[in-house]
């Protein structure tokens, strides 16, 4: 039975910093592509950040770029998302989600697996 359980998030003024993480289990955690999403009521899931198995190519949507790192640790089964200066904007429920198919433009509909999420909040 896969699972992927996020953590780490909570809220947070605006210029903060949080780092969430996606535990993952049941899969071979490397044979996976992994991606951040989130999600606001009313809204479409979005990506926000996604990162090849092997780790060597990641994707950021426009608003992230250079504020959010995500990364990889395939020995813990374990993906971070690194959020520094965040912004009222950035409020949403994340999600962690697991695929096999890899594009320079993620779908959500290429991720199969996904957590249950973590909310973020950011005041202004």
């Known amino acids: 039975q896969v699972q992927l359980v996020e953590s780490g998030g909570g809220s947070v003024q605006s210029g903060g910093s949080l780092r969430l993480s996606c535990a993952a289990s049941?899969?071979?955690?490397?044979?996976?592509?992994m991606g951040w999403f989130r999600q606001v009521p009313g809204k479409e899931r979005e990506v926000v950040s996604c990162i090849k198995w092997s780790g060597d190519s990641t994707y950021y949507t426009d608003s992230v770029k250079g504020r959010f790192t995500i990364s990889r640790d395939n020995a813990k089964k374990t993906l971070y998302l690194q959020m520094t200066s965040l912004k009222p904007e950035d409020t949403a429920m994340y999600y962690c989600?697991?695929?096999?198919?890899?594009?320079?433009?993620?779908?959500?509909?290429?991720?199969?697996?996904w957590g249950q999420g973590t909310q973020v909040t950011v005041s202004s």
């Open positions: 049941g899969l071979t955690f490397d044979d996976y592509a």
């Open positions: 989600a697991a695929g096999v198919t890899w594009r320079s433009l993620p779908l959500k509909d290429d991720f199969i697996y």
